[in-house]
Each structure stands twice: as C-alpha cells, then as structure tokens.
C-alpha cells in the first residue's frame, strides 16, 4: 500500500476499498482525525461511537481509527463487534455526536470501508461525508495538546439492545422463522434476539463465519437457496436473510418465494400500522405498486433520491412512519430511524402473529409488475451530459417528469428512470410496466434514446 | 544503542514525540519481530491510568493486528499484574502503555516477554532496527489479528501474591497499614491484597487519575508528606507508597520516618537469605553496600549488575538468585516472577514484620548505616566515551584506589567506602555517587571526584 490516498474510497454514503490495497490502518487512523475533528470543530462535539463489524480486517482498522479520533481530543465509546444495528443504538442511546460503524456492508470479505451516521441516527449526507473526505485529505490535522487527548470507553451494547426489542415486541403464537446471518454480523445479535421474544428460530448460517466462506454478504436471490429449502423443509411461517452488517434484511415467503424491499414495504405499510396516515418516503426507484397500494389506505408518499442517508433525513423531517430503498434498506422509525434490518422481520412477524393469515396469502393480494434494469456503458467523462442532455429533451416532451435524482418520467401503463452510476462508467435504466409487451418497448426505446445521446456527444466531443 | 527504548521502554511527551503513528509502527515493529517465530502471535496489552492510554493503547494495537498478531487486552492493571499475566498465561509477549513515576504530560510503551520479564536490550535494538527499516511482515485480509478483552488479570496476580505468601501467620497480627497509592493503578489491586491478608486499610489517593492530582507520582520524600502525617496520626503498622504503575514502594516506617529503597532492599534481602539458608542477591552497582553487609551477613553472596532492572531480573534468572532488585524500592521476589512488584514486596514485608514479631523501625535499625552521596553532571553524548577513557587512565595508578570495577561506569574501592562513574543511557550527563560510612568523608570524596569528572569534561570539549 502506498502513501496516496485514493478519492474513490469516499463514495456518497460511505467509504470503501480492498484491504491492504486502498485502505489499511495509517489510512484508518487519518480518517479518524478527519472525523474526530469534524465533530469537534464543524458539529461542535465532544464524542463519538466507534464500532465494528466481524470481517477480519475490522478491529485493526477500528483501532487506529480509534486512536485519531483521540488524538484530536474526542472521546470514544466503542461498542466492539458488533451487528451495525447494536452499535447503532448505543450510540444513539449514548447521545454521541457521531457514529462510526466499520463495515463494507453486503461486499466480499476482503473489502472494508466506515459508515457515519448522526447521533440520532441519520445518516451523514454526501456533502457532510465530502467535509470528512476533505479533511482527510488534508493532511494538516493538528493533533491536541496531551491534556485534551480524548478517552476510549468500552460499552457493551448488548443488554440493552435486547431490552429494548423485549418492551418493543410480544408474539402470541408461535412464530418459526428460518434466520439466515450469512454467517456474519447479524449471528452476533439476531439469533439471541429472535430467541429471546419466543419465536421458534431455524438457523441458517447462524454460526460466525468472518471470511462469509459459507454464503456471500450480498443476499441476492440466488445466495438463498439454503434459506429457502430451510423454510420449505422445516415449514417455516417465513425466512430471513441479511447482509454482511445487518442494514439490509430480504424476506422470503412461506412457500420459498424471495419478496422485493417494495413487497415488503407494502406488506408493512397495509398490514403494520394502526393508523393509517403519515407519509411514507419511496426513493425514485420504487415501485409504482407502493403508491397504488399504500396511499387509498390513508398514507400518503413522497419519492425521494436514492440513497439510504436521504432516506433517515426524509424520515426524520417527515415523521413518516416508515421508508423504503428498493436495494433493501427498510426504515420505521417507531422503533429508530437508523436502517437497522433486524426490525424487519420482527415486524412481519408481528404482522403474521396479530393477523392469523400465511405470507405467501398476503402477498398475493399484491400486483407485482415486471420490471426491468438495464445497464447502459458509457465512459464516467460524459455520463453527467448525458443525463443531463435526456433531463432538458425529456422534461419538454413528457408531462409527468421529476428529474430529482436522473430522470423519471410516469407514463399510464409504467415509467422510466435513467441515473449515471456514481460508481461505475454506467448509466442505468430502470423500467416497470403494467406488462412484458409494454416493458419490451419502453426498454427498447429509452436505451436506444440513451444510446443515441452518448453517440452524439462522443461525436461533439472529438 | 536503542534511540526510541530507554532504560524503561519508549517514554515521551504524549502527542509530541510518543504519539498514534509511533505507537502503530511500533506494534507493526514489534508484532514482525514475533512473527519470524510464531504463526500467530498472543500479545497481552494493559495500561496505567494515564490519560493518553485508550489512544495509545488502540494504536499500537491495529499495528499488532494489521501483522497477524491477536490481541488480548487486560484493562487497567499494575505493570507487575501485566508482568505475572504474561508468564502464567499462553502469551508470547506483552505490552505495558506506562510512564511510570514520569509526570502527566508523558506516556511510555514497555515491553515484556513470554516469561514476564522486561524486554532485553537485543529484543529492543530489533524492534527498533524492523521499526526504522520499515520491513514490516504484513499480513494480508484473511489473517488479520483478532482482538479480544479479559478482565481476570489483576485477580489472577493477586492470588499469585497470597499463593506465596504465609497469609494465615499475617492475618492473626491485626496490623494496620496506610497505602499511598497515589492514584495509580496500584489501588485497583493493592488495598484489597493487603484487606485480603487481613489486615486493616487506611488507603489514600486510591482511585486511578492519570492527573495524578494530589502527588506526584515518584515516591520521593517531598511527594510523601500525606501518608506520614497519617502514619503518625494513626499508630499503624506501617505507611507504604506506590509509584504511577506499581512496581515500587517506598515504606514508612510506625513513626513516620521515610525508609529510602536500600534499606528495605536490604531488610527484604536478610529474611529471604536467612529463609532459604543462602543463595545468589542481585543488585545493580549502584546501591549501597549495606546491601553486600547484611546478605554476607545472613550467608549468602551478593552479585552486581550494570543499572536497569531488565539487566538485573535477567542476570537473576541466569544465576538461579533468591532475591534481587534495586535502591528505588524495586524489589523482585523471583518464586513469583523475575520482576519489580510492589505488591509482591509490601506483602513481604507484612510477613517479616510478623515472623520478627518487631516493629519496622526496629528491623531497619539493624541494617548497617552508609552515608551515599548522588550527584549529576553534564556532558554531551558524543565525549562519554573519551570521558571514560581519559578517567580510566587516571585512576589506574591511584595508590588510594583498592580495587577497580567495570561492570557499568568505573567503580573504585577505596579503604572507607566506594565512588561509581558512570555515564547516563539516556540523559547527556554523567553520575557520580559515592558512599562511605561518615557523612564527612562522603562530602569529601564528593569534592574530590565531582572536580575529577568535571575537569575531564571540560579539558575535553
């Protein structure tokens, strides 16, 4: 590893790299000066939660991040390994002034990166990450005289968290859940939890597994295939999965069937609530099926940029009784505003034991839609014209047109969406259809457009 | 010669010279050097009660991890605690975050092999040599080192302490101590050993604060005036000062008078011989010879080191010694480990008292008097060794001068006592001390060589 500091590492909502390629411990330590001293001198704090996930690499970076933050006079409360959802809520039950969780989330094992979230649990916007990025950067942080060297507490968030679920959630029946940790973060707090409210777990990849040997940290459909025998062999009522930190839960049915983030979303919103008002915050990749469903019933809904750290934001700004990213990320901020996925299936848990009806029951009473992503190269020096470009000739062609994050445009029988990757040279386009023929054709014609408007501007550019 | 590890381990002033990027190349040093041996590395790390230690603590830490090593940390404890942790359990080094009696402002690292004693200077020059080169052994994702807590430490070294001890015999005495912790971490084990040996506790500056706020943390006279007032007030047993990591104590005696580390050195020394019927005493050239006397005195043999106590506990270990340590009230007591230990020693302590059955003031009474003079002079680093040179030439043909010594500095016996030359290791001044049994011919040898040393170092440079 050399000395540079590569900038892709900060990325909208987080930092990420391969150990020991773009990230190590001197790395880590700097990062904890930036973020040490964006508490102190920008949020005008004292303190900060530290915590980590189980990837081999967490606690040497934790640690040396720990120790910048110290060396700028910020005192740390470091919760240890945990799930993100247990550091999470003892930092915010800490009070601190910010909240480190050291994760890559659903990457492979040999990724590492930091997620920052506010004291009461949103998350750091772009621009505040940008701030930490900067400082960073740097590299003239002065560290403080040795009479102000911040303290390093140990703080088990165990108990409490387990409290907290224990006043928050009683099942009369009994519930089987087949409970799929991946062998990670989650096996440090869900199976306990589960346990301990009465449900009748079935472990799935429930013992650690730090290098995820057993199941990748991305639980995409086609890592769940153990999952979903267990629920089929053990009649399970419904299954679990979550990722390598515990911020995104997938719920998979009573027949084995794995449901979207919007599914499930939709199931709580219809099924989970008392009262049905507030508004319910959808990012513009949602499906339409979430505004059809959800708002006859009393809510209403606001579409929001894609990103979980808006997600809180909106949230917390709205009252909203609950959110949903359709990459996964699940709020409801009765229980906290932070997306902790372990709520999601206590949720529907809750919602299964109250209502006596089986899942795959519920679920069909919602119209699915097909959809469909594609995703278009083009090189990251025009992808912003581009989109750009299709934002000023789409807005005067179509009516129904919100270009809040890319551009989307609502037709009768579905809508489209075209966003440049802000990772990758990409520009992705989401399309959902009342059916496939009407799918086909708007796929066919938004890629040609898009495809078209790179060729132009390639050419304008030579 | 080490340029980071003194005497003592890496001392500095925190955030300037000791600070985060030193502690991590250090444990990246260190965790290298252990690695060239074992696949997996278990170091034990423990602090003081410093300010600076959570910061230094997790520094050197990820350096440990990002080589592969695990990582036990043991909390708060006495350095001694550490010391014990290290050889009863499956360590292959350990790590003290401690500057000892230095002021709050500083901070140290110290190290400690598998067999609980201090570091040696060849382990230190290696780690130094790896630290400075930057030939880190890096271990790559899958093998980064694990780190895990256990709070069994200090039990463990406590009940090391009462296995040695004949606590029954002190419990039946219904003594009563005043301990001066002086908000180190000695009060997190000291008070309750010295309650668990059944004994009534007036503790005072207790509670671990790295502001050390009441007293400096160097048990020296001026620092000590709380404790002997209470001794005096009370009408207890004894009074006993504890430096910042615990591994030296100061004794009071029942009427509060300061008993300086040689005479306990020596009162320690007479029992253990006298009890073990002779053996090895090990001590640095420095102390006083009333050490030699009452060892000799009891039957058994004394031998000398150069100054530093991983020099003396190593030279224990060698010549199998029943007893050593030095005149700053580092006592090691080697059936529990080869290290200084203030616990160890008060306990010890307690129990001559009760085997004597006399008061303290009375056992010290019967270690010979010697009058020592100590005395500091400036000198640059670079001339010591001309210094030496130029002092060794002029003491040869001394018809005064009895015998020569050079096992650190030049030690010169002469008919009423001995004067020591030596240059510091790590300070750029060179130490004079002389002892005789008159103070008179103590200040006179003290002219005489302090003028010597002088005029060398001037002609010099």
Redesign the interface.
């Known amino acids: 590893m050399n000395n540079t500091i590569s900038k892709h590492i900060f990325r909208a909502y987080d930092i990420r790299g391969?150990?020991?390629k773009d990230i190590?411990?001197?790395l880590?330590?700097k990062i904890g000066l930036a973020a040490g001293s964006y508490v102190k001198n920008i949020i005008g704090g004292t303190n900060l939660a530290a915590g980590n996930d189980i990837r081999?690499?967490s606690?040497?970076?934790v640690?040396?991040f720990?120790?910048?933050v110290?060396?700028v006079g910020v005192d740390?409360a470091y919760t240890g390994?945990t799930s993100f959802g247990q550091t999470l809520f003892k930092g915010s039950e800490l009070k601190q002034n910010l909240i480190a969780f050291v994760t890559a989330s659903h990457l492979p094992?040999?990724w590492n990166g930091i997620k920052f979230y506010y004291g009461d649990g949103v998350g750091l916007p772009e621009e505040e990450l940008m701030k930490i990025r900067d400082l960073t950067m740097s590299n003239d942080i002065k560290?403080?005289?040795?009479?102000e060297?911040?303290?390093?507490?140990?703080v088990d968030p165990k108990e409490s968290y387990s409290d907290f679920f224990k006043s928050k959630f009683q099942f009369k029946n009994k519930i089987r859940v087949a409970l799929d940790c991946g062998g990670a973060s989650m096996t440090l707090s869900a199976p306990d939890i589960f346990k301990s409210l009465g449900l009748n777990v079935q472990e799935v990849f429930c013992e650690p597994d730090p290098?995820f040997s057993k199941r990748p940290s991305d639980p995409k459909p086609k890592n769940l295939s153990v999952l979903v025998n267990n629920i089929k062999e053990n009649n399970c009522d419904f299954g679990v999965a979550f990722d390598g930190d515990g911020d995104r839960a997938v719920i998979v049915d009573n027949k084995g069937k794995v449901l979207s983030a919007d599914q499930t979303g939709i199931i709580i919103g219809k099924h989970g609530f008392s009262e049905k008002k507030g508004t319910i915050i959808v990012n513009v990749e949602c499906s339409k099926s979430v505004k059809e469903q959800l708002e006859p019933l009393g809510f209403q809904i606001k579409q929001i940029k894609v990103g979980h750290t808006f997600l809180t934001l909106e949230a917390k700004r709205e009252k909203s009784p609950l959110g949903i990213e359709s990459s996964g990320h699940l709020i409801l901020p009765e229980y906290f505003l932070f997306d902790d996925a372990i709520v999601v299936p206590l949720k529907i848990a809750e919602i299964l034991d109250k209502n006596k009806v089986t899942l795959d029951e519920i679920i069909s009473k919602i119209p699915t839609y097909p959809t469909n992503k594609e995703e278009i190269e083009c090189s990251d020096h025009i992808k912003f014209d581009v989109v750009n470009k299709l934002k000023k000739e789409l807005s005067i062609e179509f009516d129904k047109v919100n270009t809040m994050d890319g551009i989307r445009v609502d037709f009768d029988k579905g809508w489209i969406l075209i966003r440049p990757s802000n990772t990758s040279p990409i520009i992705r386009l989401t399309v959902e259809a009342n059916d496939q023929n009407t799918l086909k054709e708007m796929t066919y014609k938004f890629k040609e457009r898009t495809n078209n408007t790179i060729e132009e501007i390639t050419k304008k550019n030579v | 010669m080490t340029k980071l590890f003194g005497t003592n381990g890496i001392r500095g002033?925190?955030?300037?010279d000791m600070?985060?990027?030193l502690?991590?190349g250090i444990g990246k040093a260190w965790g290298t050097f252990f690695k060239k041996n074992v696949k997996k590395p278990k170091i034990a790390i423990g602090t003081d009660a410093r300010?600076?230690?959570?910061?230094?603590?997790?520094?050197i830490?990820?350096?440990f991890?990002?080589i592969g090593c695990d990582v036990v940390d043991v909390g708060l404890v006495p350095t001694p605690s550490l010391q014990y942790t290290v050889k009863e359990g499956d360590f292959d080094s350990g790590v003290i975050i401690t500057a000892s009696h230095n002021p709050?402002?500083f901070?140290g690292i110290k190290g400690v092999s598998s067999d609980g004693t201090e570091f040696y200077k060849d382990v230190e020059e290696e780690i130094e040599r790896i630290y400075f080169d930057k030939t880190f052994i890096?271990a790559?994702?899958?093998?980064?080192?694990?780190?895990s807590?256990w709070d069994g430490a200090n039990d463990l070294y406590v009940n090391g302490i009462l296995s040695k001890i004949d606590y029954k015999l002190i419990k039946k005495q219904n003594f009563h101590v005043v301990i001066d912790c002086g908000h180190g971490v000695g009060g997190l084990v000291t008070p309750s050993l010295i309650k668990k040996l059944g004994c009534k506790v007036t503790s005072i500056f207790e509670t671990p604060d790295g502001t050390f706020p009441n007293r400096n943390s160097e048990p020296i006279p001026e620092n000590l005036s709380e404790i002997i007032k209470q001794v005096k007030e009370l009408n207890v047993t004894l009074g006993v000062a504890q430096d910042g990591d615990a591994d030296r104590a100061i004794f009071i005696d029942e009427n509060g008078t300061y008993l300086w580390g040689d005479k306990t050195l020596s009162l320690a020394g007479k029992y253990v011989t006298k009890s073990k019927k002779g053996g090895i005493s090990v001590t640095p050239v420095t102390t006083s010879t009333c050490f030699e006397e009452i060892i000799r005195e009891s039957g058994g043999e004394v031998a000398y080191t150069k100054v530093g106590s991983p020099i003396v506990a190593k030279f224990m270990k060698e010549k199998k010694a029943i007893f050593g340590g030095e005149e700053n009230g580092g006592l090691i007591f080697p059936e529990l480990h080869y290290c200084r230990d203030s616990s160890m020693s008060i306990a010890k302590i307690l129990e001559i008292i009760a085997k004597e059955k006399k008061p303290l003031s009375e056992l010290i009474s019967e270690i010979p008097n010697y009058e020592m003079y100590k005395t500091k002079i400036n000198c640059p680093n670079n001339i010591k060794e001309l210094v030496m040179k130029e002092l060794a030439e002029l003491v040869k043909d001394n018809n005064e001068v009895l015998k020569i010594d050079k096992t650190d500095g030049i030690k010169l016996f002469l008919k009423e006592g001995w004067v020591l030359m030596r240059p510091s290791g790590t300070e750029p001044i060179f130490r004079v001390y002389i002892e005789s049994k008159k103070i008179g011919k103590t200040k006179n040898l003290a002219g005489q060589y302090n003028k010597l040393v002088e005029d060398i170092i001037q002609n010099i440079s």
């Open positions: 391969i150990y020991n190590s411990p001197d880590f330590y081999p690499s606690p040497c970076l640690h040396s720990i120790s910048g110290c060396a740390v390994t094992a040999d560290v403080t005289d040795w009479r060297v911040g303290e390093v507490k140990s290098l | 002033v925190v955030n300037k600070n985060c990027e502690a991590i300010l600076s230690n959570g910061m230094l603590k997790s520094a830490t990820s350096g991890l990002s709050p402002q901070n890096l790559n994702w899958p093998n980064v080192g694990n780190y807590n």
